[in-house]
């Protein structure tokens, strides 16, 4: 079992950065691949980005290519967010999500997922 809980969202200018966290319980997180997924008002959950186990993969979503970083630290129990030139079109509430499988970028491929946290870029 993993327990996740996300961190670090909040209000922030167009053009600006948030570093999101993802804190795991449970002692199967460090075999985990993660991921990001996000979910804006009336529309679906889409996929961010993703990393596995050992961080040595990763993916990222077209429209964040370039801006977003995924990252992790399994010593820490903790993956990572890293969010720069924000646009308007980020927002949204961002949830982490945990599977012990090979990273996906399918919302149904997650086991785990956190309660999520509000990202809002402001124009």
């Known amino acids: 079992q993993v327990q996740l809980a996300e961190s670090g969202g909040g209000l922030v200018q167009a053009g600006g950065s948030l570093r999101l966290s993802c804190t795991a319980s449970?002692?199967?997180?460090?075999?985990?691949?993660m991921a990001w997924f996000r979910q804006a008002p009336a529309k679906e959950r889409e996929f961010v980005a993703a990393?596995?186990?050992?961080?040595?993969?990763?993916n990222y979503a077209d429209s964040v290519k370039g801006r977003f970083t995924i990252s992790r630290n399994n010593a820490k129990n903790t993956g990572y967010l890293q969010m720069n030139s924000l646009k308007p079109e980020d927002t949204a509430i961002y949830y982490c999500?945990?599977?012990?499988?090979?990273?996906?970028?399918?919302?149904?491929?997650?086991?785990?997922w956190g309660q999520g946290t509000q990202v809002t870029v402001s124009s």
């Open positions: 999500a945990a599977t012990t499988g090979d990273i996906a970028a399918t919302v149904r491929w997650y086991d785990y």
């Open positions: 990393i596995t186990w050992h961080g040595r993969s990763t």
């Open positions: 449970g002692r199967t997180f460090s075999s985990a691949a």
